[in-house]
């Protein structure tokens, strides 16, 4: 089946440093990558989408400049926080998209990112 | 925000029931996704419906896309200590590309 690799899985930071987190298709081609963040107790919430080659598209109320995004191949998308503050704490999870439905939308594993 | 209603937010049953959960919306899909999630970890496809009335079955899990399109419920049948953890819907919009939209999660207890 379908796997998506994310990396980290936690990450601890100091408060103004940049983090990067990876995701990557393993056996697939995706055509779409999503990023979103969950708080504890809640649902995800969509960050931005990104399509390889081109410039993400970032949901209301996210900062571009905050959480830059790189799509570089259709195998990898990163996610990059930077200038972390202690707010930016949560549970990122990336989703590979294929349109071919043996593959659909995939999960990653999640990155726990806490910034103290 | 969120535009998929489901419930209920939580469920406490003991080991060998049934347990039905469902997902509603005003918008129209044309995809249904059922997804658990275990603590921790990113959310795993349990069932995925793509045309309305579809009824599909993976083990112990049924699931259903709504005749409206606008609905969907997952039926969990004698359910064990393992089925713990939080069942999303997620549905992809008519009008919204391949951008999931995603339920409020339905938090599973099963007491043995």
């Known amino acids: ?116 | 925000g969120q535009q998929l209603n489901q419930s209920p937010q939580s469920m406490f049953i003991q080991e060998g029931e049934d347990v039905s959960m469902n997902c509603t919306s005003s918008s129209i899909f044309n995809t249904w996704l059922w997804y658990k999630q275990d603590p921790g970890e990113g959310p795993v496809l349990l069932i995925a419906l793509y045309k309305a009335g579809e009824l599909t079955s993976n083990g112990r899990l049924t699931a259903q896309f709504g005749i409206t399109r606008k609905d969907s419920f997952l039926n969990i049948s004698a359910s064990i200590p393992s089925d713990v953890g939080i069942y999303f819907c997620a549905g992809q919009r008519e009008t919204s590309g391949s951008r999931l939209t995603f339920g409020e999660g339905t938090q599973l207890t099963v007491n043995p």
């Not at chain 1, 055509?31 to 080659?53: C, D, H, I, V």
Request: proline share 3%.
């Open chain 1, 1 to 116: 089946g379908a796997v998506v690799s994310q990396h980290p899985s936690r990450v601890i930071c100091k408060s103004g440093t940049s983090v990067k987190i990876e995701c990557r298709s393993l056996d697939f081609q995706a055509t779409t990558m999503f990023w979103y963040r969950q708080f504890p107790k809640q649902s995800l919430m969509l960050m931005a989408t990104s399509n390889e080659g081109s410039k993400a598209t970032y949901e209301q109320g996210v900062e571009k400049d905050k959480f830059l995004i790189n799509h570089a191949s259709l195998t990898l998308s990163t996610l990059t926080v930077t200038s972390a503050h202690p707010e930016d704490s949560s549970f990122y999870i990336c989703s590979a998209y294929s349109s071919l439905a043996a593959y659909g939308y995939t999960f990653g594993s999640g990155t726990r990112l806490t910034v103290v």
